[in-house]
Structures are given as C-alpha cells and as structure tokens.
C-alpha cells in the first residue's frame, strides 16, 4: 500500500511544541509520510529555529516566509502562499495545531480545495469572541474532517455547535507529550545559576495577549504590580517581541527600571523555560500552553485572564484565573507563599501518549 501524504503547517512557537511528538509518531510508522510546512509566522531565531533545535524537528520542507502583520494581511497571506503549495504537494490530508492565524488560514484553504482537514487540539472555547484566537478555533473546527480534542469539554463544546460526534477523537494532549519527553533533560540544564536564583524561590512571568499588552494602562498596571511582587519574590520575565515593542513604545522601560528584582529577558528556549518553570514557586502567565504545563509540573499558575479556554486546568489542575486584578494578584500571591497554594492532578490522557493515538487513529480512518 502507498503512503498517504499528511502535510503539517507550523506557523508560530506554540505550533512547534505539538508538531514534534506528531513529526516523530508519523515518522514511526510505514503507513504516513509526512511533509513538514512553516508558514514564517514566527521567524526570529529565538521564537522559531531553537524549538527546532532543542525539539529534534525536522528542518521544514517548505518555508512560507510570511511574517508578521495586521490580522487580515497575515492570515491573507499565508493563504495566498499556501494554495499553490498545496497543489504542488498534492497530500493526502493537511493536519493544523493549536489556534494561530496560520492554522485558521491553511485550513481554510485546504477546505476549498476539498483536501480533509485534521485539527489537533480542537473543541477548546474561551467564549470570548475578542480574542483573536477564539475565531481561529471556532472557524478551524467548523471545517476541520477529524477534530482531536485535550479534553472531555472539549468534546462537549464542538458537539454544542453541531459538529458530528464520529469526527470528534478524545486524544490528550500532544504539547504534554513534549513536556514529559524532556522534562528530565530539561532538569540537567544550569539556568537557575545563570540567573542566581534558587529552586522554588522565584516567579516566572510571561505576557503576551493583546487584551494585556496593546493597553498603556492595564500594561503598565500589570507591570507595576509585579515588579511589586518582585520585592518579595524574584521575578524572571522572558519578554515576547510584542510585549518588548509595546514596554518601549508606552515608555514604560523606565518603570521596569525601578525593579531591579523583576528580570527581564529576551525570548527562551524551551527547555531552559521548561527548567525555570518546574522549580519556580509560582507562574504568572496569559498563555494558553503554560497553563496546561503547569498543571502537569504540579507548579502553581496564576493566569491574567478573565477566562481560559482550558478549564481541565481550573477544575483539576494547579491553575487560577486571576483576571488583571492587581488585588487578587497580590492575596494568590500570599497564599501561596503560605504554603497554601493549589495542587491539582493530571487531567484524563496526558500522558505523554496522544501523537501516538492520533496518529493510530488517522490510519485507521485513511485507509
Ligand atoms: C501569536 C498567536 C497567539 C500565540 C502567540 C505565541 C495569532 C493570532 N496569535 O501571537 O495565539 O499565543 O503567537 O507567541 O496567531 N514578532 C517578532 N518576531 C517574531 C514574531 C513576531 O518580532 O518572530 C513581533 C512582530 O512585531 C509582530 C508581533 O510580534 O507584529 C506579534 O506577532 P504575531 O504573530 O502577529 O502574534 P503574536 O502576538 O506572536
């Protein structure tokens, strides 16, 4: 029997923590042959080619080189770029991950031209339609042929909105394959000495959503805030490009500046933020993933948002939604400093496993 061909995009770093466990599943198997495409949505080296490096990925058999720009020209863009590629390639499936501008694109294309869509991490709902990712997902999954889920709500949410229950695969979570494959490598690395901090004596902080960031004031609120924190607690800030254009555009490096102890840094690897956060005291975070990484590392995450697409990580994990409520920053804090911070369990299924069963499951269905 002849391969089936299943390209997988890649488009910014989140995508390439789930990429690599797919990759290296499709890889193992005589029955898949998989093409790699990066649509260029990330490409600073620090924010793309290190993940590669450190995640084993193999080099992209097709680069967009897209780049950055408003909603409308990216997603366009990459559209533009991925048809001919697409009709060049000819696969037998296209496989998205996740919920960035470049998985909504591809798919949309790979649906007009009749080519199945697999979606990987599908069902996840915020119910807030402001953040950009939100539409990302629910138009994904609109069009997506097998939608593979992290969780059971997942699976609930997508039949709500009326997608057929035989599309829809309970799986796990491929970015927690990654996570437990090289937590142990990750242990090995000596970034705490570089930075002179002491395991479970120091916070982590990142930030990046629009809703936190685009903002002068709740910016410089949230920075405040934590640099406050950081009297108490060191604080390492790995800086996400957007936020570091932001910080300088609103003037507010002269605020950071105040902070000796809030340390901010340019974009990290992912072992060595993988290092920093399983030893940290605490997390303070607006990203999806890290929610999810916590929960797993069993390491406290206080997330400023209002509300998380990943709710597994309230109900059973380490995770508590503290909105961009300074107060409440400071009593989550507190408590857990107290000893009294929340532990949690490992949700249903990640354990490290789903690429297999994704891709298990994909063969069976293909043929
Ligand atoms: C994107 C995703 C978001 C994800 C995040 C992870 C969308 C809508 N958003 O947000 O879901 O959580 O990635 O990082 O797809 N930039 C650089 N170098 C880069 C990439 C970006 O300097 O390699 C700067 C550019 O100025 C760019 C800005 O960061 O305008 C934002 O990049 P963009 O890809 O538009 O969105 P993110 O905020 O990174």
């Not at 694109?105 to 339609?129: D, I, Q, Y």
């Not at 909105?161 to 142990?184: C, P």
Request: overall charge negative; charged content about 20%; some cysteine.
């Amino acid at each position: 029997m002849s391969k089936r061909k299943v390209l997988l995009v890649v488009g910014a770093r989140p995508n390439l923590m789930k990429a690599a466990p797919l990759m290296e599943a499709m890889s193992a198997t005589t029955h898949l042959q998989p093409f790699l495409l990066h649509t260029g949505q990330h490409y600073d080296a620090n924010m793309s080619q290190v993940f590669f490096d450190e995640l084993g990925l193999p080099k992209p058999d097709c680069y967009l080189g897209i780049g950055s720009g408003s909603h409308a020209k990216q997603t366009a863009q990459v559209m533009v770029a991925f048809e001919p590629a697409l009709i060049e390639q000819q696969p037998d499936l296209v496989m998205v991950v996740g919920d960035v501008n470049s998985t909504l694109a591809c798919t949309l294309v790979a649906s007009k031209l009749h080519v199945p869509v697999a979606h990987v991490e599908a069902g996840l709902r915020s119910f807030n339609r402001h953040m950009p990712e939100e539409i990302n997902r629910i138009v994904t999954d609109a069009l997506s042929d097998y939608l593979f889920t992290t969780d059971r709500q997942a699976n609930e949410n997508l039949r709500r909105e009326g997608v057929a229950s035989e599309k829809i695969y309970f799986v796990g979570n491929v970015m927690i394959d990654t996570l437990l494959k090289h937590r142990q490598r990750a242990l090995g690395l000596d970034i705490l000495d570089r930075f002179k901090l002491v395991p479970g004596h120091y916070a982590v902080l990142t930030l990046h959503r629009p809703d936190n960031v685009d903002r002068l004031a709740v910016l410089h609120d949230l920075l405040e805030a934590v640099g406050r924190l950081s009297r108490r607690l060191p604080v390492i800030f790995p800086v996400h490009p957007r936020t570091r254009q932001r910080i300088q555009t609103f003037g507010l490096d002269s605020l950071l500046d105040g902070y000796p102890d809030l340390v901010c840094h340019e974009p990290l690897g992912y072992l060595e933020l993988l290092c920093l956060m399983a030893q940290a005291k605490l997390v303070l975070t607006d990203s999806g993933g890290i929610q999810e990484e916590t929960t797993v590392l069993g390491i406290p995450c206080l997330t400023l948002r209002a509300e998380t697409e990943r709710p597994v990580t309230v109900t059973e994990g380490t995770n508590v939604l503290i909105g961009a409520d300074t107060e409440r920053l400071f009593a989550e804090t507190q408590r857990i400093l107290d000893g009294r911070g929340k532990s949690g369990r490992l949700p249903e299924l990640w354990d490290g496993h789903a690429a297999q069963r994704i891709i298990a499951r994909l063969i069976e269905v293909m043929g």
